[in-house]
């Protein structure tokens, strides 16, 4: 029982006939008192709990002028707040309203808006009003140029090459060891436009490695490139492309099946930003590289005493060792190189 039902079943007992006197006409007890009570009573009844939820945190911070315009906007609250948060967006320059989509987690603690489509526009500021328990929270941020349309057709793009730096990539997964995948998978990435129209973009891929005496970042000339095949284009300046890519190092080969690279283009073309990779790795020729072993199962054998389990391989029978392991990487912004990308067989 609740302590509010249990206080009104006192009030109720309290004012019951247990032991009832007549208020008028006296009581056959001559030393009854029959004075009626004016003192002070007690208000029993409890006050509802104020509210107290609050905004503890917001992702971009308020201020932030280099936010992607395809990342969503992250409001964490100290409570649950699905029932009673409410958000409004407006254009900070025009004033004008924008209709947000608000999704929220399994806890109800944290809110997630992404723009109307989908995506915020391109170098655009908004300011986020978001209101809960009579409070209001500001948070102001502007996206980068990457989401605005392209200053000419897409085929000013074909013959571009754009290196993305593998040593830099920062890994969401797999868990605790990007610094280790950083070390072996540290060549140039080279992306380049073969074609590219209103509604299709055909990329290939390339390692690259860096002159020690110029310093440029060069295509290797040893290694086969890779078909990303023709992938969509009706979203430009965002493309997503996919295939299969084998990295080598030291002699050494890493390949990553299903390899899917996505980014967006700037609106001059000279860079790509918003890139990210996403693929399974083999790890059967770690082992040397890592210092563990040279079995197949070497490198999944280590990382397993750290909690990370590797995972079948594409077109593994379901007695083969799991050998592969989930890689997500982002990247930061491509830069455009002066050199065509040369097809290699």
């Known amino acids: 029982m609740s302590r509010l039902a249990f206080m009104m079943v006192l009030i109720a007992l309290g004012c019951g006939d247990k032991e009832s006197t007549p208020i008028d006409g006296g009581s056959p007890d001559s030393d009854q008192d029959t004075s009626t009570d004016t003192s002070d009573t007690t208000d029993t009844t409890k006050e509802s ?8 945190e917001t992702d971009p911070l308020d201020g932030n002028t280099n936010w992607y315009y395809r990342d969503t906007i992250q409001v964490v609250f100290s409570d649950p707040a699905a029932d009673m948060a409410s958000f409004t967006t407006t254009e ?4 004008d309203s924008v209709d947000v989509i608000v999704t929220w987690d399994d ?4 809110a997630s808006l992404s723009g109307p489509s989908g995506d915020w526009a391109g170098q655009t500021s908004y300011t986020v009003d978001v209101s809960v328990c009579d409070s209001n929270t500001l948070m102001s941020f502007e996206t980068t ?4 349309s392209l200053n000419e057709n897409p085929q000013s793009l074909v013959g571009n090459t754009y290196n993305f730096d593998m040593s830099a990539v920062t890994y969401l997964a797999p868990p605790m060891i990007g610094p280790v995948m950083s070390l072996y998978l540290s060549t140039p990435l080279l992306i380049g436009v073969i074609d590219a129209d209103d509604t299709s973009i055909t990329i290939v891929g390339a390692q690259g490695y860096t002159d020690e005496i110029s310093g440029e970042v060069l295509q290797d000339p040893t290694i086969a490139t890779w078909d ?4 969509d284009f009706q979203d430009s300046p965002f493309f997503a492309a996919s ?4 990295f080598e190092y030291l002699g ?7 390899f899917s690279f996505e980014g967006t283009f700037s609106p001059d073309g000279t860079s790509i930003g918003g890139g990210v990779f996403v693929g399974l790795g083999d790890t059967t020729d770690m082992g040397p590289l890592l210092q563990v072993g040279s079995e197949p199962d070497a490198t999944c054998n280590e990382l397993a005493t750290f909690g990370v389990e590797c995972e079948p391989c594409p077109n593994d029978s379901a007695d083969d060792t799991p050998l592969c392991l989930t890689v997500v990487g982002v990247f930061e912004e491509g830069e455009l190189l002066d050199f065509s990308v040369d097809i290699i067989k």
């Open 92 to 95: 900070s320059r025009t004033g």
């Open 243 to 246: 295939g299969q890519t084998v």
């Open 49 to 56: 709990a104020p509210c107290e939820v609050a905004v503890v």
């Open 145 to 148: 140029e990457y989401g605005t």
């Open 252 to 258: 050494y080969e890493i390949p990553i099946h299903d």
């Open 228 to 231: 990303f095949g023709t992938a």
């Open 107 to 110: 806890t109800g603690f944290v």
